[in-house]
């Protein structure tokens, strides 16, 4: 009987899963990922803007976008406009307009949309920002500049 309890005991100690995985560990074979965003800002100096077009993507790293939010001011707080597709392709081209009278528009520095990203892998991400248009309520160019920063959790 007690070698019988024994050869249980042991079975039992064999068949018991290994330690548990640690928080957030991928246990089923893919890479972990985690989630981030990155704020976009535009400033246009002390022109209104009502138009603008960028083009985002991640230059190094495993970088997946995932969603779009709008930006911080009254005018810009629906999502821009973008291509679906392009976003399957881990590149996004964004582009807004507005009829608002200039002094419903923002002007100065200005975030003008989220993007949200998942991120796979130990490959630190970079990314390219290319601003192609900003235009005033009239829809004449203006200088302007365009970066970005991530959020930190």
Not at 109 to 137: E, F, M, S, W
Request: aromatic fraction near 6%; glycine fraction near 8%.
């Amino acid at each position: 009987m007690t070698s019988l309890l024994a050869f249980i005991l042991m079975l039992i100690v064999s068949y018991s899963p290994g330690p548990a995985p640690a928080p957030g560990a991928a246990d089923n074979g893919e890479t972990e990922s985690r989630f981030t965003t990155i704020d976009i800002y535009l400033d246009a100096g002390d022109h209104p803007l009502a138009a603008y077009q960028l083009d985002f993507n991640a230059t190094a790293g495993q970088v997946r976008i995932v969603g779009i939010e709008g930006g911080e001011h009254p005018a810009l707080s629906d999502p821009p406009h973008y291509d679906p597709k392009a976003i399957q392709q881990e590149r996004i081209i964004l582009a807004w307009f507005s009829t608002a009278h200039a002094d419903q528009l923002p002007a100065g520095k200005v975030r003008i949309a989220t993007i949200h990203l998942q991120i796979t892998g130990d490959t630190a991400p970079t990314y390219a920002l290319n601003l192609t248009a900003a235009a005033d309520p009239q829809g004449k160019p203006i200088k302007a500049t365009a970066d970005i920063q991530e959020q930190t959790p």
